[in-house]
């Protein structure tokens, strides 16, 4: 990834993942996060981990990314977009659809 893309995707990232480390954290250890997304094999969702590796980079300072943390930034970027474009109707609160997406650090209610 060259340095102008990485730079986008940081800041991209940034403004997508609106949940702090703490409340992502927290998050994380709720029932209701282990109840959604696709099983990655081991018996954790996929998003389960990304909120996991979203918690290293956020903790991490900008000159210790690495090309890895890019590419995930870039993967939970793409994730947060389209699982917004898929918004169903009404209340939001207590489903699956906000569950999955604050797994990936993204607080509908956060706007």
Not at 38 to 60: A, F, M
Not at 63 to 83: A, C, F, P
């Amino acid at each position: 990834m060259e340095k102008q893309e990485m730079q986008a995707e940081y800041a991209e990232f940034n403004d997508l993942v609106n949940m702090s480390v703490g409340a992502l954290g927290h998050w994380l250890k709720t029932a209701e996060s282990k109840s959604v997304g696709w099983d990655s094999g081991d018996g954790e969702s996929i998003g389960h981990k990304s909120g996991e590796k979203i918690i290293k980079i956020l903790t991490k300072k900008k000159s210790e990314l690495t090309d890895s943390d890019y590419k995930h930034m870039q993967k939970v970027n793409g994730y947060i977009k389209r699982h917004l474009a898929q918004k169903p109707e009404g209340e939001l609160s207590d489903t699956r659809w906000h569950y999955s997406l604050k797994n990936w650090g993204h607080d509908y209610h956060n706007k």
